[in-house]
Each structure stands twice: as structure tokens, then as C-alpha cells.
């Protein structure tokens, strides 16, 4: 049983004058803590809607703020350490408290009261003194409470606060039940012969993973450092087929069925169209994209066709290169979905002279990080030197950013795969810049990634993918570090179009194809030589190595989720509506059939691990991502402008201006105007085509 605790006087979630207390932080701590801030934001609520005066900027608005960022940071601390430490305490805990959290939410979203609070100030006098800063926030207010409800008869606005809560157990059971599956299988080898093709450091990896149970030879998992040396290299076919087939039908029928995510997915589909049906739109997608760039899902659709269009040839001509070699040189004449990153890897190696783990032994973790903060130092003119902080692992570490000797912010990094850490890289926000009574609150952000660790006394070492997700996440983190807005609700990431707010992250991908960064961030673990010139060359005449073929797997994973949220209706009616999984597969496969070079085996599962979908936040957005590449790779085009002819695209002028005119502002103004703001003019596909090497000569 959990310890209880009488008072909340020393309740490290309430301390709110510094960084989180992770050193203090219990599961006990969670219901005290956040009860007492619900209870707080009610009260809040309640005095706020009953005065009689008008309501103004600084005596309605700025309490609201300031109660919701006390709740928010509080619960962020409790959804991070599920996150990086799902212990059965932790996941016990939060569980406990999510369905009272997002009833709330739902609550305040639904208030008609507070909602006409707003409307009032939209609609007084004081409107047009406002900053279009604030305006803007105001205006997002009155749309998110239109889609929070507000507006519903009251007989619809129990169903509705319902509907969720049960999507937030929904999804974090997903995530759970994923999680769960992926621990539960492993691959043990005895035979030390059915290593052979398996990088050293995966090996050394799996043979510690053994010791740790008591156990003789190799364990190899499911989790991506493990799983994926295996896919790529393993001559043992037979072993690649096992963990494709395992990796591939995780949470799924196929497996326990306390485990299986399809009849999770069938409600969360069923319940998202019923909430767009309740709003009065025709489905979810719909709901997704109001606040997103795109109007449409017929726009966002006629975008992903408009790529399939141009990408599907080449990634058809990907393929037949690829069997043809695995024919020739391996021996393989029917390639199977688990001999595709083995035969990539062989194809590469003879095309390019040149492996990935040739070139993993170049990325040591040290000179990674040296390296990139080089990079935002020489682009930005802000420094990154340690610090220290309370952390939920020994294995993370604390940095502040500094201009000119002055704070701008702090972020923590945890970098390496754990057993108790959901899977995949994430940033995520822990404070947001804002300005309160008592001056300026500076920026707080978490780095998660899930890369394999030290082994073997030696630092950790990077492939150049891993480096890729790196930069990648580093870039969310200065999107949200870097601004300079001090209104709460639109600085950092908060009120960014949801599909620009991968613009920044990708962007940074760009500079680690670049000589002069590369050169700088890299040393062999062993001799500490940097990365040969010769290898360089190697590495970006593959850059584009079967872009087609990745470019349509992206396309296919968009509009699946797409159609899934526009086209699909569930049946039943009430707690009884459902989406069955058969229509889901079926959609899936049409899917594929159109823009898909691959088709995976008719067992393959894949929506029961799709995680971005059905437990994060990009259900009905997941083509953002290809839709800010767009943004991003013509943002990137400026810096190759600016550079050429110098050695170098690390341009500090340019830099400025990115950070002006992209990542100071956050959510300010729309993601467009920043963006034409920056390159002078409306984006253009181009650019991103080009460093695919999708161009017809």
C-alpha cells in the first residue's frame, strides 16, 4: 500500500519557485498534489465567473494563466516520469489520477460560463488595445472552446466530458499494453554462430542483458537498439524472421490478450467520430485540422497525392534494385520483409563501400554533443554548459543556455534505452517561458531519446540515424528554449500550428549531412580519428539511398491515418460503437496497394503499435510531418544561399534571422507569416524533392 500523506506543506509537486524535485518526488505525492491544484482551479473558476465587471486582461486572464501553468507543470512532472519510469508505482499512479484530470479539462473546456467570460473581453473595448499577440490567444480560446464543447446543449455535455475521459484511459492503456508486449519477448542464442553478422557493440549489449538475468549467451529484444542491429545485419535469416514476426504483431490478437490494441483502436475510432459528430462536424479529421495549417483533409490528402505521385517511381525503381541484388549477390530470390534492412545494409556496403556500424564507431557521445551544441552556438550565439538539477535517473543529465552570461533557458537530456521508458524520442515541455508578477520565468524543456548505451567501459556510440533524431529533438527543444514570447499560451511550441511545429526539429536534421559539422562532432571510440574525408563522400553519395522507398512508407502511414479519421464510421451506438479491426486492415491494405512499394505479410499488425496515432497527439496529423518537411528543407535552402561559396552554411546572420523571425515568436502569429517572414515569400516542394534526389534530369 502507498504511504499517505496528511499535508501538503512539504509536497514537492506544489514547489513551484524552481526546477522539479526528482530527487523528492513520490507516487504519494501525485493525489494530494493534484487535487489541491484542481481544487484551487475550480475555486478559481468559480470567483472568476461570478464577478459582475467586465471582465479584463490582467484580472481575468492572467489568474486563469497563472492557475493553469501550476496545474500544468505539476501534472507534466507526473506524465514525464510515467514516461521515462513506468514502474508499476508510477504507471499505478497516474492511471489513478488521469480519468479526474482529463474530466476536468473537459470541465473547463465545456464551461459555458467561462466561456462567455472570454467572448466578453473579445467583444469589450479593451479587445482593441490589446496586443495582436493577445488577440490571437484570445481568438484561440473562443475556438478551443468551441471544440472543448462549450457551445453543446447541456444534455450533450456529460456524453461529450465522457467521451474524454474514456479516449485518455484509452490511450494510455495503448501505450501501456505496447510497452508490456515489447518487454515480453526476447531472442536468446546459446550458439554463439548464429551471432555472426551482428555488430560487436549489439552483441556486448545483448551478452550484459543475459548476465543480468543470471543467464549464459546473447538476450536480444524488441526495443530498437536491440532489435534493429538484428534486422540489418544477422546472417541468420530464420532469427531475422522471428523478430520481424514478433516486433510486427506486438499488442496485438496474435499475442496475450490482455495485450491486444485492437479493440482499443476500435473504440478510440468510435469515440473520436462520435466527438466530431457532437460538434456537428462530418469526422474527426475535420476536428484535427482546425487548428492546423491545412483547411481540409482533401487539401492535406491532395498533398500526400501530389508527393505519392512524384516519389512512387522511384521508390518502385528502389525496389527492383534491391531484388535484383538480393537475387544476384545473396542468394535470396523471394526477399521477405525481414531480409529488407539486410539486404539494404548489403546493397549499401557494395554500392558505397561503407557500413553504418563502420561509420557508428566515428559518433562517440561526447563528440556528438560537443558537436551539436558547437553547432547552436555558432548559429545562435548562446552557449550550453552543464548544470545541476534533481534527476529521475543517474543516466540523465541538466544543461542551461546562456546569451551573453544571461539565462535563457534550461533543458534535461536522457538519451539511452531503458527498460521502464516508452519507446521512440520525444521532447517535451516542462516550463514554458512567461512573464508573471514576478518578472520573467525562464524556459524548461525535456530531451528523450532511446539509444543504445556505454558498453564495455567505452562511451556510448551513435549511428548517424541516431544523430539525425538527435538534432532532431534538439530542435523541438530550441523551438521551445529559444523563444522570446512572453505570453504563456503562445510561447515555445504552445500555439504553433500543429503541422509547423516539425519545421524547427527537421530543419536541424539538415546540418548533419554537412562537412564542416560532421568533421567537428566526430572521433573514433577507439582512436579518436575523426570521420575520414573519404567516408564523408561515401555517406552523402548514399544520403538519397532508397529515398523513394522511405518517402512512400511516410505517405502510407499518413494517409492511413487520414482516411482512417474521415472515411471510416463505426457501428453500434453509444459505449457500444466500435471500429472493427478487420475494417481498419482493410483500409490499411487499400492503402498500401496504391502508394506502398512493400507489402507486408497479411499477419503484420501494424496500427496496434501505432503509437503517434492512437496514444499521442497526431490522430488525423500525422502527414505533418512530410507537410513540415516541406517548410523545413526550404527554411534549410536559405542557409545553403547564404553559404555558398564560403566552406560553410553555419551562418550566423541567417541563423538570426531563423530565430527571429521562427522560433522567437512560437505560436504569435501564424506559422505561415513566420515562415514568409523568413524566406520572403510562400513555401515551395523544391527544395524538399532536391535533398531526396527525387529530381528527373
Known sequence: MQETLTSNTANPLLDFSGLPRFNDIRPAHVAPAIQQLLGEYRSLIETLTHATDTPTWDDFVVPMNEAGERLGRAWGVVGHLHSVMDVPEWRETYNALLPEVSRFYAEVGQNLALFEKYKALSESPEYATLSPTRQRILDHELRDFRLSGAELPDADKPRFQAIQEAMSQLGAKFSESLLDATNAHAEWVEDEAKLSGIPADAISAARAAAEKEGKPGWKFTLHMPSYLPVLQYADDRAMRERMYRAYATRASELGKPEWDNGPLIGRILALRDEEARILGYRNFAEVSLVPKMADTPQQALGFLHELAAKAKPFAERDLEELRAFASRELDIADLQPWDVGYASEKLRQARYDYSDREVKQYFPEPRVLDGLFGVIRTLYGVDILPDQAPLWDPDAHFFRIEKAGELVGHFYLDLHARETKRGGAWMDSARSRHLGRHGTTT?????????????????????????????HEVGHGLHHLLTRVDELAVSGINGVEWDAVELPSQFMENFCWEWDVLSGMTGHVDTGEPLPRALYEKMIAAKNFQSGMQTVRQLEFS?????????????????????????VMALLTEVRNEVAV?????????????????????????????????LSADAFEAFEEAGAGKGSLLDPETGARFWREILAVGGSRPALESFKAFRGREPRVDALLRHNGMVIA
Not at 532511446?450 to 567501459?457: A, L, M, Q, R, T
Not at 505479410?601 to 512530410?626: E, L, Q, V
Request: hydrophobic residues 40%; proline residues 8%; contains cysteine.
Open 443 to 471: 524556459p524548461v524543456a525535456y530531451l528523450v531519446c532511446n539509444f543504445s548505451g556505454p558498453v564495455d567501459g567505452k562511451p556510448a556510440t551513435f549511428t548517424h540515424d541516431d544523430v539525425l533524431t538527435l538534432f
Open 598 to 630: 512493400l507489402i507486408p505479410p497479411a499477419w503484420h499488425r501494424f496500427p496496434h503499435s501505432f503509437s503517434h496515432i492512437f496514444a499521442g497527439g497526431y490522430a488525423a496529423g500525422y502527414y505533418s510531418y512530410k507537410w513540415a518537411e516541406v
Open 559 to 583: 494517409m492511413f491515418d487520414l482516411r482512417l479519421h474521415s472515411e471510416i464510421q463505426p457501428s453500434g451506438e453509444g459505449d457500444q460503437a466500435t471500429v472493427a479491426i478487420e475494417r
